[in-house]
Protein backbone atom coordinates (compact mmCIF):
# COMPACT_ATOMS: atom_id res chain seq x y z
CA UNK A 1 0.00 0.00 0.00
CA UNK A 2 1.13 3.23 -0.91
CA UNK A 3 -0.47 6.62 0.65
CA UNK A 4 0.23 9.64 -0.85
CA UNK A 5 0.53 13.48 1.25
CA UNK A 6 0.28 16.54 -0.42
CA UNK A 7 1.28 20.06 0.84
CA UNK A 8 2.35 23.77 -0.06
CA UNK A 9 -0.81 24.68 -1.38
CA UNK A 10 -2.03 28.31 -0.57
CA UNK A 11 -3.16 31.20 -1.84
CA UNK A 12 -0.91 33.40 -3.50
CA UNK A 13 -1.02 36.61 -6.00
CA UNK A 14 -0.54 36.30 -10.05
CA UNK A 15 3.62 36.38 -10.58
CA UNK A 16 4.00 34.35 -6.73
CA UNK A 17 5.56 31.57 -6.20
CA UNK A 18 4.66 28.15 -4.72
CA UNK A 19 6.65 24.82 -3.49
CA UNK A 20 4.48 21.82 -3.51
CA UNK A 21 5.69 18.70 -1.31
CA UNK A 22 4.01 15.13 -1.78
CA UNK A 23 5.05 12.66 1.00
CA UNK A 24 4.84 9.21 0.01
CA UNK A 25 4.63 6.14 2.66
CA UNK A 26 5.93 3.12 -0.27
CA UNK A 27 8.72 1.13 0.92
CA UNK A 28 9.26 0.83 -3.39
CA UNK A 29 9.24 4.32 -3.53
CA UNK A 30 12.49 4.62 -5.37
CA UNK A 31 11.12 2.00 -8.46
CA UNK A 32 7.95 4.05 -8.70
CA UNK A 33 7.21 6.97 -10.93
CA UNK A 34 5.12 9.96 -9.92
CA UNK A 35 3.16 11.99 -11.94
CA UNK A 36 1.73 15.89 -11.27
CA UNK A 37 -1.78 16.50 -12.29
CA UNK A 38 -4.25 19.37 -11.77
CA UNK A 39 -8.10 19.51 -11.87
CA UNK A 40 -9.69 23.10 -11.76
CA UNK A 41 -13.84 22.90 -11.50
CA UNK A 42 -15.40 21.47 -14.24
CA UNK A 43 -11.96 20.69 -16.20
CA UNK A 44 -10.63 17.27 -16.27
CA UNK A 45 -7.64 16.21 -14.78
CA UNK A 46 -4.84 17.77 -16.12
CA UNK A 47 -0.83 16.09 -16.81
CA UNK A 48 1.51 18.60 -15.30
CA UNK A 49 4.64 16.80 -14.78
CA UNK A 50 6.01 13.33 -14.06
CA UNK A 51 9.00 11.70 -13.19
CA UNK A 52 9.81 8.06 -13.80
CA UNK A 53 11.93 5.31 -11.51
CA UNK A 54 15.36 6.43 -13.63
CA UNK A 55 15.02 10.13 -12.75
CA UNK A 56 13.92 10.88 -16.17
CA UNK A 57 11.41 14.44 -15.92
CA UNK A 58 8.69 15.10 -18.52
CA UNK A 59 6.33 18.68 -18.33
CA UNK A 60 2.88 19.25 -20.21
CA UNK A 61 4.14 22.22 -22.36
CA UNK A 62 1.20 23.32 -23.09
CA UNK A 63 0.37 23.62 -19.35
CA UNK A 64 3.01 25.41 -17.44
CA UNK A 65 5.30 26.43 -20.33
CA UNK A 66 8.96 26.25 -18.10
CA UNK A 67 7.52 27.89 -15.17
CA UNK A 68 7.36 24.30 -12.94
CA UNK A 69 10.25 22.39 -11.84
CA UNK A 70 9.47 18.57 -10.84
CA UNK A 71 12.21 17.04 -8.36
CA UNK A 72 12.19 13.91 -6.19
CA UNK A 73 14.20 13.04 -3.59
CA UNK A 74 13.99 9.60 -2.56
CA UNK A 75 16.02 9.24 0.50
CA UNK A 76 12.93 11.49 1.91
CA UNK A 77 10.22 9.93 -0.12
CA UNK A 78 9.42 12.92 -1.35
CA UNK A 79 8.42 14.47 -4.32
CA UNK A 80 8.08 18.08 -4.72
CA UNK A 81 6.70 20.81 -7.60
CA UNK A 82 8.02 24.00 -7.58
CA UNK A 83 5.71 26.63 -9.65
CA UNK A 84 6.93 30.23 -10.46
CA UNK A 85 5.09 32.70 -12.53
CA UNK A 86 1.69 31.85 -10.96
CA UNK A 87 -1.00 32.50 -13.21
CA UNK A 88 -5.25 32.41 -12.28
CA UNK A 89 -5.41 29.70 -14.93
CA UNK A 90 -3.48 27.63 -12.88
CA UNK A 91 -5.60 28.09 -9.76
CA UNK A 92 -6.86 24.17 -9.43
CA UNK A 93 -6.53 21.52 -6.97
CA UNK A 94 -2.90 19.82 -7.39
CA UNK A 95 -2.51 16.09 -6.96
CA UNK A 96 0.10 13.47 -7.15
CA UNK A 97 0.28 10.09 -7.98
CA UNK A 98 2.10 7.02 -8.33
CA UNK A 99 3.09 4.39 -10.80
CA UNK A 100 4.06 0.74 -9.59
CA UNK A 101 5.33 0.62 -13.33
CA UNK A 102 7.77 3.27 -13.37
CA UNK A 103 6.92 4.98 -17.14
CA UNK A 104 5.59 8.07 -15.99
CA UNK A 105 3.29 8.65 -18.80
CA UNK A 106 0.64 11.25 -18.93
CA UNK A 107 -2.43 9.04 -18.63
CA UNK A 108 -4.25 9.33 -14.93
CA UNK A 109 -5.52 5.55 -15.65
CA UNK A 110 -1.63 4.49 -15.13
CA UNK A 111 -1.40 5.84 -11.54
CA UNK A 112 -2.60 3.25 -8.95
CA UNK A 113 -2.36 5.71 -6.32
CA UNK A 114 -3.19 9.27 -5.25
CA UNK A 115 -3.14 11.40 -2.52
CA UNK A 116 -6.46 14.16 -1.76
CA UNK A 117 -4.57 16.82 -3.42
CA UNK A 118 -3.70 20.21 -1.94
CA UNK A 119 -5.30 23.73 -3.25
CA UNK A 120 -3.44 26.39 -4.95
CA UNK A 121 -5.47 29.75 -6.26
CA UNK A 122 -3.84 32.52 -7.54
CA UNK A 123 -5.83 35.50 -7.88
CA UNK A 124 -5.25 38.67 -10.15
Known amino acids: QVQLVESGGGLVQAGGSLRLSCAASGRTFSAYAMGWFRQAPGKEREFVAA????????YDVDSVKGRFTMSRNNAKNTVYLQMNSLKPEDTAVYLC?????????????????WGQGTQVTVSS
Open 97 to 113: AADSQGYGSRWTYEYEY
Open 51 to 58: INRSGGIT
